[in-house]
């Protein structure tokens, strides 16, 4: 079945460094991408999202590229910030729900 | 802009009580979604719902659980009688469409159930 696979966490950065979270996906056809961010105590909220192949979604700083190749979704950005200390999740849509990879907890470091 | 949303923010419960969360969908969806998040675990989907009727749901989702659409507006998931393991974040979600490229769901800010 479809799957999402995230790297392990927490992820410790200090204030300014680049991110990488990598997000690797199994699927039947070429699924939309999602990364959605979970800051403490509240809900998801849509980060960013990629609808085919080559897509690139971007959304404050943050940027992911669809690779069909790769079957990869990874996220980035240049320059963290303390406010960027999250859960980030990777998912993909089937046709009736979301499929969430297990969360990358990120914490920057003032 | 329109957004989901969730009541109660947090529900503390005995086990094998009855409990009722409820959403309310963008006013303009018409698929409706539950996932639930144990404590620091993934997001899982639980159901999925359209023109009153479930089009696609889980193995968690047993006969423990119900939806429901009441009215125009509430979108509600019921737990009949309350486990521990019942215990986790619930999320509600809505969407304009299902299987499009472009659709997207929008998430509310959950329910945390406790079951004591």
């Known amino acids: 079945g479809d799957s999402v696979t995230q790297m392990e966490g927490p992820v410790t950065l200090s204030e300014e460094a680049f991110l990488t979270i990598n997000c690797t996906y199994t699927a039947t056809g070429y699924p939309s991408l999602f990364w959605y961010v979970q800051y403490p105590g509240e809900g998801l909220q849509l980060l960013l999202k990629?609808?085919?192949?080559?897509d690139k979604g971007s959304n404050k700083g943050f940027e992911a590229t669809y690779r069909k190749e790769t079957t990869s979704f990874h996220l980035e950005k240049g320059s963290v910030q303390v406010s960027d200390s999250a859960v980030y999740f990777c998912a993909l849509r089937g046709t009736y729900k979301y499929i969430f990879g297990t969360g990358t907890r990120l914490k920057v470091l003032a | 802009e329109p957004e989901v949303t969730q009541t109660p923010s947090h529900q503390v419960t005995q086990m094998g009580q009855e409990v009722i969360l409820r959403c309310v969908p963008i006013?303009?969806?018409?698929?409706f979604y539950w996932y639930r998040q144990i404590l620091g675990q993934k997001v899982e989907f639980l159901v999925s719902?359209?023109?009153?009727?479930?089009?696609?749901k889980s193995e968690i989702f047993d006969d423990q659980f119900s939806v429901e659409r009441p009215d125009g507006s509430n979108f509600t998931l019921k737990i009949r009688s309350t486990k521990l393991e019942d215990s986790a974040m619930y999320f509600c979600?809505?969407?304009?469409?299902?299987?499009?490229?472009?659709?997207?769901?929008?998430f509310g800010p959950g329910t945390r159930l406790t079951v004591l």
């Open positions: 006013s303009n969806h018409l698929y």
């Open positions: 719902f359209y023109n009153n009727e479930i089009s696609e």
């Open positions: 990629a609808t085919k192949a080559d």
């Open positions: 979600a809505s969407s304009a469409n299902a299987g499009g490229r472009t659709d997207t769901q929008y």
